[in-house]
């Protein structure tokens, strides 16, 4: 029993329940659930003691659980460590000992069981009806989940002394403290603690006063897509407040309940403000949306969202800054920079730039005494960083940067220092700058990655900033209209490797499932069918080719073992995923049949590589093909099964009768791969033949045995998925540009 009966402890800045199986950090609840938390609750139980890899695989993974158990505790022990802000090289709080385990090696403060840490310390995202299906589990699932108490030990510490604690934490100060104070101090940022901020593309942060939610930017591919959006940090879902693809650079008014952003349109900015906490399309009043600032709005056709009256001066940039006492905004205009008052529209300048020159990126200071901003001087000077104060009069200059300063600078959250972003490298990257230092600016993160428009949280200790990715990614392309074809991003930056994203909309429309690596291993993810609440399924390492049941809840896919890659199921609303090939024969790229009753599946054990099939309910394979077969798909009307004639590049797609009969080719299906075409409604979809650097996605007709061009698109796809109607398609772009806003923990 843990001492007084308490389930909850301190360490460090983290407090833990190991009832509510909760972690919080500074009083910000952390996402941590399933294996990695279990790992956290076994190691408290045993402070300072070996917990050998075989106990935590005994308590963790039941025997009867399918996981390639090595890469599985590896990746749970990453995500802890991530959630811990900790490292292996470095540990504080989780020590590894090769090849036998881990021990936990921070002091432990047991506590009373007490009042769960204030509402307003936890992110709060008002709900959407798009956010999560009623019955469906929106935390992530992984294939081992363990019911609370289920593993853990009555073995717990006896208390530790006040002294030792009061110790632990002194140090722990020592060493989290990254104040800059002098020459000597170099600013510096934990960037192993980086992560995404969510799984869609997104730009220009903002976060809000309490540094639990982010504002950004989504640039969508169909109309209504692009505009702000709003996320709690640490969720995948979001809220869309705008759908205006001119809307840029949102900010937060002090109370958090507003957002104030600008929009270009017919060659001008122009400034908005709209509710935080509504979404665009529910079209409620404004009264109830926003309270009215006086004089200085000005009602627009969306009744939740108002146009700011910035009286006769003609914003020059995006970029704006709402102040501390939420009374006024700053913009840049053609003479300076501007404040505008929200009580009564009054617009009073602030700087005035000498000729051939432009301020712009207004940045309040977190005192709200001072502004910072951008100077740019004519061709050929560099630009400089200002401050001036916030009633206007004259400015200071802090730096003469070599580089372009490419997007807003921004205070530390104490004021002392300075962070921007500059291509002075060759390519755009953060720079920080201590005001008693100006001279001597320290570049920071990771070297050779791009990243521009930071943005600090007053609250929080969070840095996010914007980075381009080239890791692949999940499109969608509507073949249901009959103009032009132009496919969007669904899911931004699935896998940083050449392996993955294999989506795959379920039969009923309604999800999607695909590979990612996010967590450290290549496991299946499934999401909404537009990307939304994403969530872990699998937790068993290298695992692929997901597909979906007909009745859209179970997931059929393939993964590493020891011994051979074996075919598995596994229900989407959790549990342990179920090995459907259990024998030491390679299986993989799996299938189901229309009934549901087998799975096809790719195997040698035969000898050669050919289509075998399993019953679900369980038995011994049966062969499908006998001269070479791959990937096999079965017929919407469960008569023919099509199949890759082998797994190498522009694969023959053949077909054999169900229930037997001859092997016979499709001459005009040739798909660039063996996971590039799709069974649909009345034929096949296949990506075809390369035009230099293009691929062309045809349509197959069985009826009328002729192929036609669909679409064509920019880069050749691994993948192809397809609703059954075959009017969607999704598929992978290899090293696609995306923007991604990444976010960093304990920034100082």
């Not at 360490?11 to 910000?28: C, I, M, R, S, Y």
């Not at 993955?500 to 993810?525: C, H, N, V």
């Not at 099509?642 to 040739?670: F, H, S």
């Amino acid at each position: 029993m843990t001492p007084n009966g308490s389930v909850r402890a301190r360490f460090g800045p983290f407090e833990v329940d190991l009832h509510t199986h909760e972690l919080w950090k500074f009083g910000t609840r952390l996402k941590l659930v399933g294996q990695p938390f279990e790992i956290l609750a076994v190691l408290l139980s045993k402070p300072g003691e070996l917990v050998t890899r075989e106990e935590l695989h005994t308590r963790l993974w039941p025997a009867d659980t399918f996981v390639d158990f090595n890469h599985g505790l590896n990746a749970a022990v990453n995500k802890l460590r991530e959630a811990l802000s900790d490292s292996a090289e470095n540990p504080r709080y989780v020590e590894t000992l090769p090849r036998r385990g881990y021990r936990f090696v921070a002091a432990i403060e047991w506590m009373d069981a007490g009042p769960a840490v204030p509402a307003a310390s936890t992110p709060t995202i008002p709900p959407a009806e798009s956010f999560a299906k009623p019955g469906y589990a929106a935390e992530p699932i992984t294939s081992a989940q363990i019911e609370p108490g289920a593993t853990r030990s009555n073995r717990w510490p006896r208390y530790l002394t006040i002294t030792g604690v009061l110790a632990f934490f002194l140090a722990g100060a020592f060493l989290l403290r990254t104040t800059i104070s002098g020459h000597s101090a170099e600013p510096t940022l934990s960037w192993k603690r980086t992560r995404p901020l969510n799984a869609i593309a997104a730009a220009e942060p903002s976060f809000s006063p309490d540094g639990n939610s982010v504002a950004f930017v989504r640039e969508g591919g169909k109309p209504g897509e692009t505009g702000i959006f709003v996320t709690a940090v640490g969720s995948n879902q979001f809220l869309q407040l705008t759908n205006n693809e001119g809307d840029c650079c949102p900010v937060w008014s002090p109370d958090g309940g507003s957002i104030a952003f600008s929009r270009f349109a017919n060659k001008e900015f122009t400034i908005h403000v709209v509710s935080a906490e509504r979404s665009a399309a529910q079209k409620r009043s404004a009264e109830k949306t926003l309270n009215p600032m006086s004089a200085a709005f000005t009602p627009i056709a969306d009744p939740s969202e108002r146009q700011i009256d910035t009286n006769g001066v003609v914003p020059q940039h995006g970029e704006l800054d709402w102040s501390p006492d939420g009374k006024s905004i700053a913009f840049s205009g053609a003479g300076g920079l501007y404040l505008l008052s929200l009580q009564n529209a009054a617009v009073h300048r602030l700087t005035e730039p000498p000729p051939m020159a432009q301020d712009w990126g207004p940045e309040f200071s977190p005192d709200g005494e001072k502004v910072l901003f951008v100077r740019n001087r004519e061709v050929g000077l560099p630009d400089e960083i200002w401050f001036t104060s916030a009633t206007g009069g004259d400015a200071t200059r802090i730096l003469s940067e070599p580089g372009r300063v490419v997007s807003s600078p921004q205070w530390s959250f104490d004021g002392r220092s300075v962070i921007y972003a500059s291509n002075r490298s060759g390519h755009p990257t953060l720079w920080r700058l201590a005001l008693d230092a100006p001279d001597a600016p320290v570049q920071i993160g990771e070297a050779g990655t791009s990243a521009w428009y930071p943005a600090v949280s007053r609250r929080g200790h969070r840095l996010a900033y914007e980075r381009p990715t080239r890791s692949l990614s999940v499109w969608e392309l509507d073949l249901s209209n009959p103009g032009e074809k132009r496919p969007h991003v669904l899911i931004s930056s699935t896998s940083d490797t050449d392996q993955g994203p294999g989506p795959q909309f379920s039969p009923d429309g309604k999800k999607l499932a695909y590979m990612s690596d996010r967590s450290g291993t290549m496991e299946i993810w499934v999401s909404n069918r537009d990307g939304s609440n994403p969530f872990q399924l699998t937790a068993v390492g290298i695992a692929g080719t997901p597909r979906w049941s007909p009745d859209s809840q179970s997931i059929v896919f393939d993964a590493n073992s020891p011994d051979s890659r074996k075919v598995l199921t596994i229900n989407v609303r959790g549990g342990a995923a179920q090995v459907l090939t259990p024998d030491k024969f390679e299986s993989e790229v799996p299938s189901w049949s229309h009934d549901g009753k087998w799975i096809y599946f790719g195997s040698t054990r035969g000898g050669d590589l050919q289509v075998w099939k399993a019953p679900v309910a369980g038995g011994p394979p049966v062969q499908v093909t006998r001269q070479g077969g791959h990937a096999a798909l079965e017929s919407l009307d469960g008569k023919i099964v099509y199949y890759a004639k082998n797994p190498m590049a522009d694969p023959e797609i053949w077909q054999v009768p169900v229930e037997g009969g001859p092997e016979t080719p499709l001459p005009l299906v040739r798909p660039g791969t063996w996971a590039s075409w799709q069974v649909v409604e009345g034929g096949i979809l296949f990506v075809g033949p390369s035009l230099g650097h293009q691929a062309v996605l045809s349509f197959f007709d069985f009826a009328r045995q002729r192929t036609t061009t669909v679409a064509v698109l920019d880069r050749v796809p691994f993948w192809l998925g397809a609703t059954s109607d075959g009017h969607t398609v999704v598929f992978d772009q290899p090293g696609q540009e995306q923007t991604q806003t990444m976010l960093v923990d304990n920034f100082r």
